[in-house]
């Protein structure tokens, strides 16, 4: 099994949550990860991405080439739309639809225009979804759910990454999170569009 | 003997954990991005605190590489962390290390930013590992940089010299599923009994400086045999590959699961191995040189007297890979002349999104009491520093005129002055003044110089993720110190409601023919933690 997923968001959205989430449960089975960061200047408060690895085999590099990611998750749509080059052809866009807004932020929906071209595309309000599962910050999390069907991880995997991460926390910021996934998925295997 | 268990570390803490694991007992560094992370490791390391391995951030880079070289001397191993540009301020120290040897194991752990995501250049410390005649190490993977850590002390030991480990940002800032050794016991007290080498006045140095030269050969056959240099063979002849580092994970997914046709030299350990070079040259009919940084090795194995001469060798130099920035299994397969995605614009509707001062950081507020005197006096030049408070540079902001390395805030001002520049403002953060910007404020008190120092202090080392810094609540006493006037030393807090008063201060100071310093204090809105 192999997947390639790019994380896009802004500063401080929790793609590193989602990344951790995905890492620990592919590391628990013994699957190899790489995965990579963005810390120091250009965190502040700018894009930030997330390329994330996990192959039953030897990964080489960090980064996914052009044209081969299978799986694209955003927490904010331009942000997710920027990454749009390392998608593969049969691979799937899933994004929250929720502007993280800048001075001259395109019109939104000009921006889901663009993301629904591609065809693999799956539009959510996380923000929305999260805070009926308790709090908008997991948003992350609606999104990893709302892209869980498409990985070639098992969602059990991640579920555990999800305890994993998030454990020391205690029970109910494990179990918000929990539903905050479970809410996505859920959204996404009964998606039309949006 | 490897346990079992698996960490998911980034290169950089792999890095901190093979030093905790190899036995230092301190660990010396100033935060700089891409390193950070490995000193921070450390500091939350239970295994670090039970080992009572030291650990507290230093002024900057000279102090640390110097403090890390005194425990050196002592027999106890050391680790000294810094970003590539760091190494520029610790030079003096790191340089004259390799002359003098060391004691205890001192390991210099650098991270480079290729691509220059949080820096003001790419410059590619190889070049100073080389400069210094010192063994560099340059894993490839975070496995490769957990392991080479150990054999780095190990190594450093041996031949009684300083040992570089350089990382880039792509490796520092990646996870991977890390194995681990036992640790081992740290030194003993040993201080060396007959320290002349130690004593670098110039008839011990020439000495040193020529068995440094002799050892140099010693060197080159390690690096041939650590086996941390490796020949692939490859049944394709017509290209040969030298990859360094992380290039060689970039060559490897370039061929998309399948087999690696080309003879293959993987470098980590320099001094290169010239029989390992050779005998590619000697076999391949053009070799790929693959390096994340400067070409430089490319450079040094072209013919640079006839340069029409150097159609076997393909790489920064050649115009098959970039000149500059960090590689990418894109790139280098183009490099290969395989097929890649062609690169296809973005849609017109993605905008940048640059980095940005948080809101409600004091900094904004101080750039907008800047920039409202600004529009009473009209021009004005503000030397700015490195930090947070360099995004004043971009919009809505655009407050600053220079930002150029720690501490040139104070000095850039001073020598403008002289030139007659006025007013002639610095900016410039409290660790980027304790760093290396203390020593300009004397220059300027010792001249009289004419200008206005805006110290803006938030309490802590914001950009690098909330280090602490070196003199919180003693900056105003540092300045007194130093020989700032009390009558022009003056304290403001940067928010809104105190705009017109602290416009008022910074346009009496700034009208004031002298050096005037003004700590704008407020505690950074992201990282400051009550203590």
């Known amino acids: 099994m192999q997947d390639n997923i790019i994380l896009a968001g802004v500063g401080g959205q929790g793609i590193l949550s989602i990344a951790a ?12 990860v790489k995965q990579s960061e963005v810390h120091g200047m250009s965190q502040r408060g700018g894009a930030v991405q997330s390329h994330i690895r996990i192959s039953d085999k030897e990964i080489y590099s960090v980064l996914i080439p052009r044209g081969q990611a299978n799986a694209i998750i955003g927490v904010e749509p331009m942000e997710a739309l920027r990454y749009m080059p390392f998608l593969n052809k049969n691979g799937y866009m899933v994004t929250s639809i929720e502007p993280y807004k800048i001075p001259n932020y395109p019109d939104i929906d000009k921006l889901k225009e663009e993301l629904n071209s591609f065809g693999n595309t799956i539009l959510i ?7 009926k599962a308790g709090n908008k910050k997991a948003a992350n999390m609606v999104v990893l759910g709302a892209a869980s069907p498409f990985l070639s991880l098992e969602d059990d995997i991640i579920v555990e990454g999800i305890k994993t ?21 859920e959204f996404a295997l009964n998606y039309t569009s949006l | 003997m490897k346990n079992k268990k698996i960490k998911l570390l980034l290169g950089d803490e792999a890095v901190a954990l093979g030093a905790i694991d190899a036995g230092i007992s301190g660990i010396y560094g100033y935060p700089g991005t891409p390193s950070t992370e490995i000193i921070t490791f450390v500091q939350r390391s239970k295994k670090a605190k039970e080992k009572k391995i030291r650990s507290a951030w230093s002024v900057n880079e000279k102090t640390s590489m110097e403090e890390a070289l005194g425990m050196s001397f002592a027999g106890k191993r050391a680790m000294v962390t810094m970003k590539h540009v760091g190494l520029n301020v610790a030079a003096d120290a790191f340089v004259n290390s390799a002359i003098s040897g060391v004691n205890g194991g001192l390991v210099i752990a650098v991270a480079d930013d290729p691509s220059m995501h949080s820096s ?15 063994p560099v190490l340059e894993p490839s993977t975070q496995q490769e940089a957990y392991d080479l850590t150990r054999y780095a002390f190990d190594l450093s030991e041996k031949v009684k010299l300083p040992v570089m480990m350089r990382l880039t940002t792509r490796l520092a800032h990646s996870r991977s599923g890390i194995k681990t050794f036992e640790a081992r016991e740290q030194n003993r007290l040993d201080a060396p009994t007959e320290s002349s080498r130690f004593i670098l006045m110039p008839s011990n140095a020439r000495g040193r400086y020529r068995s440094l030269i002799d050892a140099q050969s010693n060197l080159v056959e390690i690096s041939a045999t650590s086996g941390n240099n490796t020949f692939f063979e490859g049944e394709d002849k017509s ?32 001094p290169l191995p ?26 040094l194995l072209r013919n640079n007297i006839d340069l029409d001469a150097n159609d076997n060798i393909k790489g920064r130099l050649s115009g098959d890979l970039p000149r500059t920035g960090e590689l990418n299994t894109d790139l280098v397969a183009k490099g290969l002349g395989l097929d890649v995605v062609p690169e296809e614009e973005l849609p017109e509707i993605v905008e940048n999104r640059p980095p940005a001062m948080c809101v409600g950081c004091g900094h904004r507020d101080l750039y907008d009491e800047l920039n409202e005197l600004t529009k009473e006096i009209g021009d004005r030049k503000v030397f700015a520093d490195i930090g947070c408070y360099t995004l004043g540079a971009l919009p809505p902001y655009e407050a600053i005129d220079t930002c150029i390395d720690m501490g040139a805030s104070i000095t850039m001002a001073i020598g403008a002055a002289d030139a007659g520049i006025f007013p002639a403002i610095a900016v410039i953060g409290d660790s980027t003044f304790t760093h290396s910007g203390i020593t300009g404020l004397l220059d300027a008190v010792n001249e009289k110089a004419n200008i206005t120092v805006l110290i803006s202090d938030n309490y802590t080392t914001a950009m690098t993720g909330g280090q602490s810094t070196a003199a919180t609540g003693r900056i105003a006493e540092i300045c007194r110190g130093v ?47 009550k203590m």
């Open chain 1, 165 to 185: 991460i998030f454990g020391a926390k205690g029970e109910r910021i494990v179990n918000l999170n929990l539903d905050a996934f479970n809410m996505g998925k």
């Open chain 2, 483 to 529: 020989g700032v006037e009390e009558d022009h030393l003056k304290l403001i807090v940067p928010l809104k409601k105190f705009m017109k008063e602290n416009v008022d201060i910074i346009r009496n100071e700034v009208n004031y023919n002298g050096v005037s310093v003004i700590i704008a204090q407020r505690e950074c809105v992201k990282f400051y933690k």
């Open chain 2, 274 to 299: 010239n029989n390992m070079v050779k005998k590619i040259f000697d076999e391949c009919e053009k070799v790929l040189i693959l390096e994340e940084g400067y070409p430089i090795y490319e450079e």
């Open chain 1, 125 to 131: 309000n996380a923000g929305k979804i999260a805070k």
């Open chain 2, 239 to 270: 290209l040969g590959v030298i990859a360094f580092g992380i290039a060689y994970t970039y060559l490897m997914d370039s061929f998309k699961g399948k087999p690696n046709p080309y003879p293959t030299l993987k470098i980590n350990q320099y």
């Open chain 1, 21 to 32: 989430a995905l890492a620990m449960g592919a590391l628990n089975r013994g699957l190899n």
């Open chain 2, 120 to 134: 003001q250049n790419e410059q590619d410390s190889r070049f100073y590992g080389k400069f210094a005649m010192i």
